[in-house]
C-alpha cells in the first residue's frame, strides 16, 4: 500500500507552529517535525527527513527560521551537511531589515 504524500504546506504549518509552540529562544530537530507528522515509528516519520530539510531551507531562504550546525547558522541551506537543528529567526529590531536575529541556544 503507497504512503499518503505529505505536502510542503503541511510540512511548513507544522515546523512553524512546533518552533512556536517550543518558545523563544529554543530549537527543534527535523525528525521532531517528521515525528510529529508521521508518528512515532521509522517508517512514517523517516521518508520526511529530506523534505523537511528541503521546506526548512526554504524559510531560512524567506527569513523564517535558521538552519544551525553546531550551533552557528548555515551560510547555504542548499548546501551543508551533517546533523542540524531549525530555530526561529526574528527580524533586527530598529533596523528595518529581514536579517534573522538568532536566538540564543
Same mark, same amino acid.
Given at each position: ?11 511548513? *504549518? ?9 518558545? *523563544? ?49 548555515? *551560510? ?30
Amino acid at each position: 500500500m503507497p504512503r499518503p504524500t505529505v505536502s510542503p504546506e503541511l510540512i511548513r *504549518e507544522r515546523l512553524l507552529a512546533l518552533l512556536a509552540e517550543r518558545g *523563544e529562544g529554543k530549537t527543534i530537530g527535523p525528525s521532531d517535525v517528521a515525528r510529529d507528522i508521521g508518528g512515532p515509528h521509522p517508517d512514517g516519520w523517516s521518508p520526511l527527513m529530506t523534505p523537511i530539510r528541503k521546506v526548512a531551507a526554504r524559510l531560512m531562504k524567506e527569513g523564517r527560521v535558521a538552519i544551525l550546525r553546531k550551533g552557528k547558522p548555515v *551560510e547555504d541551506p542548499d548546501d551543508f551537511r551533517g546533523v542540524y537543528r531549525i530555530a526561529a529567526a526574528t527580524p533586527e529590531e530598529g533596523e528595518g531589515n529581514s536579517s534573522p536575529v538568532l536566538p540564543p541556544t
